[in-house]
């Protein structure tokens, strides 16, 4: 049973360009996580996704960012026009019933976003 | 917001000696959660006790929790140098459908 997966493990992009941070979660898990870290700081949770759905996104900024989980495929967490401060390391987390359930969360490498 | 805040930032310590992290939050919470995350890799769930509990072990982890504090602690016994790594906890805050995330304890162990 793979584990959470996260491509790419790391992704240049040059101010104003796009970015596509992947995530396929562990087999049989409809729950989705998305956190970001920046140097020594723990994560801050920006978005939880359920098969089609967003459940909460008040952690993510209004603008440029946006996230989806369509039924089939992985979930993409998406940044327009990225600025040098969206450098940090994206992690994606799943469960299959999710938090509110007292259950535990499986987190990908994660992918760290490098901005120019 | 930060709902977890673990002390001390760093910790560094001999093999064999045993380190003890701390965990304070601010809401009542449903269940409190210990992560353990290597430098440049991603979270690996560790312990989980739920607010009704006390106490709870896992092999060398120790946890316990004080709701009437607000505060839960990881002890590691008899550490190693592959201990080495950043501890988090992380709280289900009730009302909330996600886990908050304290900035960490980073964990030195030297041979």
């Known amino acids: 049973n793979a584990g959470v997966m996260q491509n790419p493990r790391h992704l240049v992009r040059r101010r104003g360009q796009e970015a596509r941070l992947r995530c396929s979660p562990m087999k049989g898990h409809s729950h989705v996580y998305w956190y970001r870290q920046l140097p020594e700081e723990g994560l801050k949770f920006m978005v939880y996704?359920?098969?089609?759905?967003?459940?909460?996104e008040s952690g993510m900024p209004k603008e440029r960012f946006s996230a989806e989980f369509p039924k089939e495929g992985p979930s993409i967490l998406r940044i327009q026009q990225v600025v040098r401060g969206d450098s940090a390391a994206y992690f994606c987390?799943?469960?299959?019933?999710?938090?509110?359930?007292?259950?535990?969360?499986?987190f990908g490498s994660g992918t760290q976003l490098s901005v120019l | 917001s930060q709902q977890g805040e673990e002390d001390p930032q760093a910790l560094s310590i001999q093999e064999g000696e045993n380190a003890t992290m701390n965990c304070s939050y601010k809401?009542?919470?449903?269940?409190l959660q210990w992560y353990r995350q290597n430098s440049g890799r991603g979270l690996v769930h560790l312990i989980l006790i739920r607010s009704n509990e006390r106490e709870k072990h896992s092999g060398r982890l120790r946890v316990t929790l004080d709701t009437s504090k607000k505060s839960s602690s990881l002890l590691i016994t008899a550490s190693r140098a592959a201990d080495t790594a950043s501890y988090f906890c992380a709280t289900d805050d009730s009302g909330y459908s996600t886990l908050t995330f304290g900035k960490g304890t980073m964990l030195l162990v030297s041979p």
């Open positions: 996704l359920q098969k089609e759905n967003i459940i909460d």
């Open positions: 987390a799943s469960s299959p019933l999710g938090t509110a359930n007292n259950e535990k969360l499986f």
């Open positions: 809401t009542s919470i449903n269940n």
